[in-house]
Nanobody, 122 residues
Framework: VQLQAFGGGLVQAGGSLRLTCAAS???????LGWFRQAPGKEREFVAA???????KYYLPSVKGRFTISRDNSNTLTLQMNQLKPEDTAIYYC??????????????????WGQGTLVTVSS
């Protein structure tokens, strides 16, 4: 499995960014998603799409602002709107062969992309 994320950058508060993750070596049954890590903080679950059902899960603080989607070629996107300074972090694309009940736990994911930096200025 290989995950390549891109699309990060610098944006002002209230602006939008779109992150993309090209996933190879995954099957439709794989769950794909995003974590983030802000400076001095632990990695945090952001959003995921469950492979078996395509159900989407979000961190409560991003629900309504972020939208995760996955197409048939296993390209994962995260549309981020109404960005806030507290969204500043390195965003990582993740994958897992099956769904985990504690999907918010970074230890549940074997596959991680290289990360892309999102900076939101106030």
């Amino acid at each position: 499995v290989q995950l390549q994320a891109f699309g990060g950058g610098l944006v002002q508060a209230g602006g939008s960014l779109r992150l993309t993750c090209a996933a190879s070596g995954v099957f439709r049954s794989h769950s794909l998603g995003w974590f983030r890590q802000a400076p001095g903080k632990e990695r945090e679950f952001v959003a995921a799409v469950r492979g078996s059902t395509s159900t989407k899960y979000y961190l409560p603080s991003v629900k309504g602002r972020f939208t995760i989607s996955r197409d048939n070629s296993n390209t994962l996107t995260l549309q981020m709107n109404q960005l806030k300074p507290e969204d500043t972090a390195i965003y990582y694309c993740i994958a897992r062969p099956a769904w985990a009940v504690d999907y918010y736990n970074p230890g549940q994911y074997r596959y991680w992309g290289q990360g892309t930096l999102v900076t939101v200025s106030s």
